[in-house]
């Protein structure tokens, strides 16, 4: 199947990035390479771009697509979470800069048998990496009730969290959950119609909860950026596009501490701590998508990119 995937902020990302030509680059989010296509664009001879995704279809797909600059890349089958360990795999000590387009792409979700979607009937499948073990078979099946209802409030901030996870540790007595139609049919149950009438798709925020903990979205999220940053060379940038509230919270939380790693108390008069800023924010409010890119790409509706600079 082709990969497809509509690249989401992508000229505000290659914007904010200020590239160099003869700069070198992360796109740790490979996904479509519509990032990676820009920034390639714009190096020169010397130039360099490392491109990871930890979807195998995704980095055979990018190598087709960016075949053109094949003398600038490095597409590595791989973890953002590993950023540091990977690139510097490559002999590279530091970059320019680095985009991070978070959460589920566009092929992803249209690909049936990943079961991303819950508007297509598919095996419960939901990991990025097809490579490993946890699937979401794994998590509605195995998980007991109350870590069910913790993950699908805490991830999916659903409100009806504990109907769910009780109807779906109610509907598993007598027989396994497969597929994610049968799940949908039981979030739908488990919802009081009343609500289900309003709002989004009633098992939106269940399969937003579910992918996260398949995937380690959160867990991960903290120590990749500070590995981001890390590798970052003066001036370089680093920018992240989330999808929903609690990425960008963290995002967000993380930014600011490297921003303002003083441990000191608020009351005394001079920092005693040492811990000077590893980042500037380059931007304080949030950058979403033009209405436009909204019309064109109805996905990118939620949005969000965060910008820090390193000092």
């Known amino acids: 199947m082709k990969f497809e995937h509509k690249t989401v902020l992508r000229d ?14 992360v796109d740790a989010t490979l996904g479509g390479g519509g990032h990676s296509m820009e920034i390639l664009k714009r190096l020169g001879r010397d130039g360099k771009l490392v491109g990871i995704d930890r979807d195998i279809n995704a980095v055979k797909a990018a190598g087709c697509r960016l075949k053109e600059f094949s003398d600038k890349i490095v597409l590595i089958h791989g973890n953002f979470k590993d950023i540091n360990s990977l690139v510097k795999g490559q002999g590279i000590t530091g970059v320019d800069g680095i985009v991070m387009d978070l959460g589920v792409s566009s092929h992803q979700l249209d690909q049936g048998e990943r079961g991303f979607s819950y508007k297509r009937d598919a095996p419960l499948d939901m990991r990025m990496d097809r490579s490993q073990t946890l699937s979401a078979i794994e998590v509605v099946n195995e998980y ?3 870590q069910l209802s913790r993950l699908i409030k805490e991830y999916g901030e659903e409100r009806w969290a504990k109907r769910i996870a ?37 098992a939106k925020r269940t399969f937003q909860a579910l992918r996260i903990e398949v995937n380690d979205e959160l867990g991960i999220l903290e120590n990749a950026i ?21 990425e960008d919270r963290r995002v967000k939380q993380v930014f600011r501490k490297l921003e303002n790693p003083c441990t000191c108390p608020s009351r005394a008069p001079v920092c005693v701590c040492g811990k000077q800023p590893v980042v500037r924010l380059v931007n ?8 436009l890119e909204i019309r064109e790409n109805p996905r990118a509706r939620s949005a969000g990119m965060r910008v820090a600079e390193k000092v």
């Open 12 to 25: 505000q990302a290659v914007e904010y990035l200020n590239i160099i030509p003869d700069g070198v680059y």
């Open 144 to 146: 007991n009730e109350e």
């Open 166 to 202: 009780l109807f779906i540790v109610n509907h598993r007595k007598k027989a396994p959950i497969m597929t994610t139609g049968q799940l949908v049919e039981i979030i739908k149950a488990a919802i009081p119609a009343s609500a289900r009438r309003e709002g989004p798709h009633p």
């Open 226 to 246: 500070k590995d981001g940053v890390d590798l970052l060379n003066k001036k370089g940038r680093i920018c992240i596009i989330t999808f929903h509230s609690l």
């Open 284 to 291: 304080r409010k949030l950058i979403t998508p033009s209405p």
